[in-house]
């Protein structure tokens, strides 16, 4: 999958967000844009370096329009605070779809097909220089993979424009699995959030 990006600054990005955003409130290229609620387009930092694509908003994005916030996206804030990171400050944070599934329902081929311009879109003007894979679902629309996301969380991969891309867990995944033994996916995902934040101290001082 090739993604250009374009030259956009930081004041621009706002701006060419916004249009964006634009676009996707009167997208029908899917019939998610009739049954949704509010549009789920993105939460956090349009200047971090650092970008987290999760799979479609639930229920409570669905209500609020703005992506995890609900159960899965306070565990999420907790294993960003753990580490020093905040959602507001380091991070940029959307979906894969930008509308939400009929009672959560994995998202369909076509829907995905459809969402991908947007998702490009906010790549080509966020241009991260790290990309979290939230879940099966973004690691698949990213990655040309069929491995499942225990074998390749943790592991580094080259994105677009030299960016690197990380799988991780989905925090819906973690709160299935409360241990914190060794070995255990939040114990896991322990080491994943150091290691992120290691690369990104280290971009981020660039
Ligand atoms: N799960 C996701 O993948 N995204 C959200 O925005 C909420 C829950």
Request: aromatic share 6%.
């Amino acid at each position: 999958m090739e993604i250009t990006y374009n030259k956009t600054s930081n004041n621009d990005k706002k701006v060419e967000l916004d249009k964006i955003k634009k676009k996707c409130l009167s997208c029908q290229k899917c019939p998610l844009g009739k049954t949704r609620t509010k549009l789920v387009f993105s939460s956090g930092n349009p200047n971090s370096k650092m970008m987290l694509i999760g799979e479609a908003p639930g229920y409570w994005e669905d209500v609020k329009g703005e992506p995890f916030v609900g159960k899965a996206g306070q565990l999420l804030d907790k294993i960003f605070a753990s580490v020093g990171l905040s959602r507001e400050n380091d991070v940029y944070i959307c979906n894969t779809l930008k509308c939400r599934p009929p009672d959560n329902r994995d998202p369909l081929p076509e829907e995905k097909e459809a969402c991908r311009e947007h998702l490009d879109a906010q790549l080509n003007i966020i241009k991260p220089q790290i990309i979290l894979l939230c879940g099966r679902v973004a690691v698949q629309s990213m990655l040309d993979t069929n491995l499942g996301i225990t074998k390749i969380r943790g592991k580094w991969f080259d994105g677009p424009n030299g960016c690197k891309m990380m799988p991780i867990f989905h925090p819906s995944y973690l709160l299935r699995n409360d241990s914190r033994e060794k070995g255990s996916p939040k114990w896991l995902m322990w080491q994943d959030i150091q290691e992120i934040k290691r690369v990104y101290d280290t971009i981020k001082s660039e």
